[in-house]
């Protein structure tokens, strides 16, 4: 049954509901349990079967390519289908003859994606299939018919009430897939029963006893024994947006021997590293992909993202920053693994107000005193009455316009110095932070001509800049299949920005002149005047979401994300065959985890398939577990050759000289933007491919130093690449017409979602929680580092109709131990 959109704010399952059966049913419906739906019987709903795949008749030769099997046509008696699927598409069984519900229906569903994955294991996987132990097509029929007599078991135990974890896990796991991400989840979640299936039909009840007993992560705090052995002191700063947390922090981290800044974005570590060092402090830059360490230094002093945490090292103080982001679905971990094992005798966290309870639950369970420090914004925030009514004529001196890509950016650059005549500063995530640092500048001297800024969300996250007001572009975000609505605290966070107290270069200015005549700063100090901060959007319909959420008051966070460290994942790997797919190692470790109600398990994305790409290479565990933590771009065209061509140096441990890699298309530097067949458009997305995968390279470099050697020849290759990019960037224009169809489309999307927020007030739901359950949020907490493509400019009019994706980057699993000062053990 191919699936349909949803319409009239209707999700998906519920858009089965006027669907039509072949064969329909005429009992009158039973008492339904567990709150499943009768459908009428006078529903009809026709079955096609050009997506079906049948299996080949018995006896039928296996072929060794796979092909699909060929539908069959009636001819004379026909044999009595076998599985359920073959009955439906011959119309002639019905799972559940007495009523058709909701659970029966998803039940048809489940067996339409066994079909689809057929298909894909027939063409795509097949080296997958190998890995998993079959070798033949017959094999693999065979599975899958297996397989398929599970899901309908599981089906009619749902049918009879049995929905929870508990009693029904397939279903259940099923069932979640498909409420949190529709279908594309379900395939996802799909694939993994059939892989558990297949691999744990050898497993004894001892294995399985064995692995329920290391995948149990209930108790995170006890993962860092030597942080536990200290006492601790927690100083939690917490206020809104603007109001000097984050800089009483950074004092003490001043006044301290030793420590760290812990930031999201590597702008703001490369913000605090330039800041001490132009102070006179030496301090060291530590990112995933960069390390700059001044000469002589020998004490820990060190700005860093938050995955680069050293926890093995003893220092004085600690800040980290963005403490709530502990909470998110999928950078959490790195939040809760750098408060629970970082070795600081003072611990400053800095965050939003939500997070008082649960920190302070934590602080309990770890037995560390906690000092909770409460800040009032220092400038007040209004929300203005009207939005500038998609009108670039009505920007004011000091505006700063916000928007979730790099290349709409661009466009808006342009079409606001031609419409208003003057400068406009960029600020972004990828952006170099050398070139960052110039732009904030432009932008906050007031003496120029750069009267206005376009920026990311990354302005969110405590980039300091003198912004009166942020106007948003928008308040949706495209995640692939459809525009969602950001994040009521994503909202008031970019908004709190506008009217900033001070900037950091006010900070380093005061500070000099106070350590050039401290008596004499002391005695002329004068408090600064505040300014008012405004808030609204370009067009009207998104003004009310704006108001809405700096009315709304978000809910404290209930958990804090971990993830298994590497230690545990590769002893639970030791109880799996030698060849067993690591990605179901992983996957199965996730499955059967038990976990304290105070934490939640962080979501895998990408690496799982990262996992399966370096399945045929000869890696150890510990080398896989490093791969999938590595920042791939896996949606990219030509990446996948890319990881593969890294894998296979890693395995043979040799051949990682940059210029002789295959898959890095050096030669694109050498070419004219404009001599690119599909002119500068298409070199700008191979250019951002190649500079994706040098990003990887640099980052594997600090992993396997051995191996890809060429690490400064590839930061200068780096820095070539951005020079195109931006070349090609300084040519983006927007299209008007696919503007305005772009406006349209997310106008309809943003009715529809302010409908069921509104039902959801209805029943006391909070707004964030009922847009979790509808979509997960693909973001990994610094959306400004992605790259993805405008949907107005680099799609056609029939692309954005459909929706079409881009990929995001993010680094889910810890880093894991090698010895070194930036590690993410504690022993």
């Known amino acids: 049954m191919p699936l349909t959109a949803p319409k009239g704010g209707k999700c998906l399952l519920c858009s089965f509901r006027t669907s039509k059966w072949s064969t329909p049913s005429h009992w009158q419906p039973i008492q339904q349990l567990n709150g499943a739906r009768p459908f009428s019987h006078s529903l009809q709903i026709k079955r096609t079967s050009s997506r079906r795949s ?100 599981c089906t009619r135990l749902a049918e009879n009430g049995a929905v929870s974890r508990a009693d029904n896990p397939l279903f259940f ?128 002093m060190s700005s860093c993202t938050v995955e680069m945490v050293p926890l093995n090292a003893l220092m004085d103080v600690a800040v980290i920053d963005e403490i709530q982001m502990m909470a998110d679905a999928e950078r959490g971990w790195a939040w809760t693994q750098a408060f ?61 316009i916000i928007l979730f890509s790099r290349v709409a950016i661009h466009a808006m650059k342009a079409d606001v110095e031609k ?51 942020i106007i948003f572009e928008a308040t949706s975000k495209h995640d692939g299949s459809d525009f969602r609505l950001i994040q009521t605290s994503e909202i008031k966070q970019i908004a709190g920005r506008a009217g900033r107290y001070k900037t950091a ?19 002329q100090k004068k408090k600064p005047v505040k300014s008012v901060g405004l808030v609204t959007t370009l067009e009207n319909f998104d003004l009310p979401i704006v108001k809405r959420a700096m009315k709304t008051e978000v809910e404290p966070l209930k958990t804090a994300g971990i993830f298994p460290p590497s230690d545990i994942l590769l002893r639970f790997a030791n109880y799996f065959p030698p060849k067993t797919p690591f990605s179901y190692i992983v996957l199965r470790l996730h499955e059967i985890s038990s976990l304290h109600p105070s934490f939640h398990l962080c979501r895998l994305k990408e690496q799982i398939e990262v996992a399966d790409l370096i399945q045929p290479y000869d890696l150890t565990n510990m080398d896989r577990i490093v791969f999938m933590s590595a920042p791939v771009a896996i949606r990219e065209p030509g990446f996948d050759d890319v990881i593969r061509e890294f894998a296979d ?57 051995g191996i890809f050697r060429s690490q400064a020849l590839a930061f200068h290759v780096k820095g070539l690449v951005e020079e195109k990019i931006d070349q090609c960037l300084a040519e983006v224009h927007w299209d008007a017409a696919k503007r305005k169809q772009l406006t349209i489309l997310r106008q309809k999307a943003i009715e529809e979602q302010v409908s069921k927020l509104e039902a959801a007030d209805e029943i006391g739901e909070d707004p964030d929680s009922a847009r979790e359950k509808q979509m997960p949020r693909e973001r990994d907490g610094s959306d400004a580092d992605e790259a993805f493509e405008d949907q107005a400019v680099e799609m056609d009019s029939a692309e954005v109709g459909k929706g079409a994706g881009f990929s995001k980057t993010n680094v889910p699993i810890p880093p894991p131990s090698n010895g070194s000062k930036y590690d993410s053990v504690n022993v």
């Open 649 to 705: 140096c890693i395995a043979k441990q040799t051949g990682g000289e940059l210029l002789d890699l295959k898959s890095l298309n050096l030669e694109l530097l050498e070419m004219d933007i404009h001599a690119h067949p599909q002119g500068s458009k298409g070199y700008l997305k191979e250019s951002e491919t190649l500079h994706k995968a040098l990003t990887l390279y640099l980052w594997l470099s600090y992993r396997f130093a």
């Open 419 to 469: 419409i208003t005549g003057k400068r406009c500063a960029v600020v972004y995530g990828s952006l170099p932070p050398e070139t960052r640092a110039q732009q904030a500048a432009l932008f906050n001297d007031p003496d120029n001509d750069y009267d206005f800024l376009v920026a990311s969300d990354a302005v969110g996250m405590g980039l300091n800049l003198s912004i009166k007001r």
């Open 54 to 153: 049948v299996p080949p008749r018995k006896g039928q030769p296996p072929s060794s390519r796979f092909p699909p099997p060929p539908i069959q046509r009636f001819q004379g008696r026909q044999e009595e289908p076998q599985t359920f699927s073959e009955h439906i598409g011959k119309g002639s069984y019905n799972l559940f003859p007495r009523v058709d519900t909701t659970y029966s229906v998803f039940g048809t569903l489940l067996i339409e994606q066994i079909a689809v994955l057929k298909r894909r294991l027939y063409y795509q996987d097949q080296p997958q299939v190998a890995a998993w132990g079959i070798t033949t097509r017959r094999d693999l029929d065979k599975n899958l018919a297996s397989f398929e007599k599970s899901i309908e078991e």
């Open 173 to 300: 796991r099923l069932r979640q897939a498909f409420v949190i991400g529709n279908v594309k989840e379900l395939a996802a979640e799909t694939k993994y029963a059939f892989i558990n299936h297949v691999v744990s039909a050898n497993f004894t009840k001892q294995d399985k006893a064995n692995q329920e007993k290391l995948a149990d992560l209930r108790y995170p705090i006890e993962w860092f024994p030597a942080t536990r052995a200290l006492q601790r002191t927690v100083h939690l700063h917490v206020g809104p947006t603007n109001s000097g947390k984050t800089y009483h922090a950074l004092q003490r981290l001043e006044a301290a021997e030793t420590g760290i800044y812990a930031g999201p974005l590597r702008l703001l570590a490369h913000e605090v590293y330039s800041r001490f060092n132009a102070k006179g402090k030496p301090c060291a830059l530590v990112t995933g992909e960069e390390r700059r360490v001044p000469e002589g230094m020998t004490k820990v």
């Open 505 to 523: 270069s006010d900070a380093m200015k005061k500070d000099s002149a106070e350590n050039a005549d401290e008596k004499s700063a002391a005695g």
């Open 340 to 400: 629970l094992g970082v070795q600081a005798k003072e611990v400053h966290l800095c965050g939003e107000l939500r997070t008082v309870e649960l920190v302070t639950d934590l602080c309990k369970a770890l037995g560390d005193e906690l000092i909770i420090h409460r800040y009032e914004r220092l400038s007040p925030l209004k929300t203005e009455k009207q939005s500038l009514r998609g009108d670039l004529r009505n920007l004011e001196k000091g505006d700063a």
